[in-house]
């Protein structure tokens, strides 16, 4: 077996599942917040401890694949503790509409973000490639749910969801390589 260049696929992989690993992470702290602040009696909470539970779920995925491949995780995961539960928490206080707004906009940009996986992985890693695409599909279902649930009717939406989401692509790039 040749040793790891950089530029090696095995790079691009470890990159992958170090970002989606923190991303996962960063979902389950947002839906924390958001249950910290909305409480177990909010009709919202039901479909935030479904949606909360499927982020588990794809986290334990990524931790699994961290451990078995080597992977180093992200050096950000304490930010990403605190700054997901923040951003739960204070879109929750902005009340259920601006909870699901964040939502929207968050699992717009993993759409997006899993989407662009999937094309540079092709055939190259089944495993991961399936777990992806299982996770996307996910998403989409939490992102359709949050809009029918009002997440454009949350005020300043336009303003929200574009914030939302800039944050979410810097978060991305940070994770790759930090």
């Not at 170090?18 to 249950?35: F, K, M, N, P």
């Not at 919202?44 to 949606?51: D, G, L, V």
């Not at 939490?142 to 939406?157: C, I, P, Q, S």
Request: net charge negative.
């Amino acid at each position: 077996m040749k040793a790891w260049q950089p530029g090696d696929r095995h790079e691009a992989t470890d990159a992958m599942i170090r970002v989606d690993q923190a991303g996962e992470y960063g979902a389950t702290r947002i839906y924390a917040g958001q249950l910290a602040v909305l409480g177990d009696r909010h009709p919202a909470s039901r479909a935030i401890h479904h949606m909360a539970a499927q982020e588990e779920r794809h986290r334990a995925f990524f931790d699994r694949m961290i451990a078995e491949r080597g992977v180093r995780p992200t050096l950000l995961q304490p930010f990403w503790n605190v700054a997901g539960f923040a951003l739960g928490a204070a879109t929750a206080a902005l009340g259920p509409d601006a909870a699901m707004a964040c939502t929207a906009a968050v699992e717009t940009e993993i759409d997006k973000h899993y989407a662009e996986q999937l094309a540079e992985l092709g055939d190259s890693d089944p495993e991961l490639s399936e777990a992806i695409a299982d996770f996307q599909a996910e998403e989409l279902e939490h992102r359709d749910h949050a809009l029918a649930a009002g997440a454009e009717n949350a005020f300043g939406y336009p303003i929200l969801s574009g914030v939302i989401r800039l944050g979410c692509k810097v978060a991305i790039a940070a994770a790759k390589r930090i």
